[in-house]
């Protein structure tokens, strides 16, 4: 894994859903994160249901967070709902936090 990749995880790992006590990546609520030319980021991400209370303030922190990076100039965010998330796309960190 690139090293820009593994500061773009750390950024999104700050990030936590507010009704979940786990970070958006190890919720499996990113589903892509590809780096082109070492300045742009594209990101697929979902939310945990299209209702969501976040569903317009957390992809706006997930772009913010990651433009903190050095180098980085643009984010493309892309909210998808194909696949829907569902608990399988946890980490076995978050279920071991989650205790499921």
Do not use: F, H, R
Not at 88 to 100: I, Q, T
């Amino acid at each position: 894994m690139s090293d820009l990749k593994e500061k773009v995880i750390k950024e999104i790992k700050k990030i936590y859903d507010p009704e979940i006590p786990v970070n958006i990546y190890e919720l499996g609520l990113i589903y892509k994160i590809e780096i082109i030319d070492e300045k742009k980021v594209n990101i697929d991400m979902t939310l945990t249901t299209p209702n969501c209370p976040v569903a317009d303030s957390l992809p706006k922190m997930v772009k913010n967070n990651i433009l903190k990076i050095e180098g980085i100039s643009d984010v493309d965010l892309n909210l998808v709902w194909d696949p829907p998330w569902t608990k399988d796309k946890m980490s076995e960190v978050a279920k071991l936090e989650l205790n499921l």
